[in-house]
């Protein structure tokens, strides 16, 4: 599944997107906000003035018919964002599941098919064996398939899939547990602390570029229970509650501070409660979580 705008999958400007942008943010100021935020709206004119918004059109990428060639706007992305489709895999066995609930045996089945094509796409397309672990591919405008190269939240997104290999899961697991990567204080970063792209602040408008996000790491939390990891899903969940103590629900925080960033009260940040929910804790408890690992919901 490819995404053609970095807003469709609500991801903004994280790096794992800079490729498909041709450039390559490490210094996150004005300079960089004016470099590339203006692209994220060229890609919208390219797809509303040069193709109106047709997307088999979009996709063929050759010259935008209603533009002519002094016209053309420098965009390009096709994109296949990992978190996307495991998302999306995810989904299907969901989906698949409740059929079978429901004694639609046939529907379940289909549900599974479309389950394994994307899971077997996953694994087969999305592993960089140079770099050592699942990465978002683009289609560069030359054609080519290529890689993304930050290390960002969206490489953990695998754990979604019900039968991942164990020697993925591990990767993964490694990931989240080493200090100098995933294990912020704060919670899990939307970039490895330890890539050249990590920013821990907010100074300018470019999101998903280090700051920890909650409804990233509910993911992160819902793939480590489907694997059994229950003691680090614990642990993160703990940050998090942590992190909700001491700046309240905001959009975003800081991964070693836990200072807020961005719209107070966001709805999806509101998944912390979810987690309460499903430990058992209440208002009372929450000082005293690291205490309540037996506690069933």
Same mark, same amino acid.
């Given at each position: ?34 470099? /590339? ?16 918004? @047709? ?39 969901? /989906?698949?599941?409740?059929?079978? =609930? ?7 089945? =289909? ?43 969206? @490489? ?42 990590? =920013? ?98």
């Amino acid at each position: 599944m490819v995404i053609i705008h970095n807003w469709e999958s609500g991801l903004d400007a994280s790096p794992a997107y800079d490729p498909a942008f041709h450039t390559h943010v490490t210094s996150l100021n004005e300079s960089a906000w004016l470099h /590339l935020y203006p692209k994220f709206w060229e890609l919208v004119e390219t797809y509303k003035l040069g193709y109106h918004w @047709n997307v088999t059109a979009i996709l063929e990428r050759d010259q935008a018919p209603s533009l002519g060639p002094d016209d053309k706007l420098d965009t390009w992305f096709v994109v296949k964002d990992l978190a996307v489709n495991s998302v999306y895999a995810s989904g299907w066995a969901v /989906l698949a599941e409740l059929a079978r =609930e429901l004694g639609d045996v046939t529907v379940g089945a =289909e549900c599974d098919a479309e389950y394994t094509t994307t899971r077997e796409g996953i694994i087969n397309k999305m592993w960089s064996k140079d770099q050592g672990h699942f990465q978002t591919l683009y289609v560069d405008s030359d054609g080519v398939e290529k890689f993304a190269v930050a290390d960002t939240v969206q @490489n953990l997104f695998p754990l979604l899939l019900k039968d991942l290999p164990s020697y993925y899961i591990d990767s993964i697991v490694s990931k989240l547990t080493d200090p100098d990567q995933f294990d912020a204080p704060m919670g899990v970063p939307t970039v490895s602390m330890s890539d050249p792209q990590f =920013e821990p602040t907010f100074p300018v408008d470019l999101m998903w570029r280090g700051p920890v996000w909650g409804f990233t790491n509910w993911f992160v939390m819902e793939g480590l229970g489907i694997h059994g990891h229950d003691a680090l899903q614990r642990q993160i969940f703990d940050k998090w509650l942590k992190v909700v103590q001491l700046s309240g629900i905001y959009e975003h925080y800081n991964p070693y501070t836990g200072a807020p960033y961005g719209t107070e009260g966001l709805g999806m940040s509101t998944l912390v409660c979810d987690w309460i929910y499903r430990y058992g804790l209440f208002p009372t408890d929450a000082s005293n979580s690291s205490s309540n690992d037996d506690t069933d919901a």
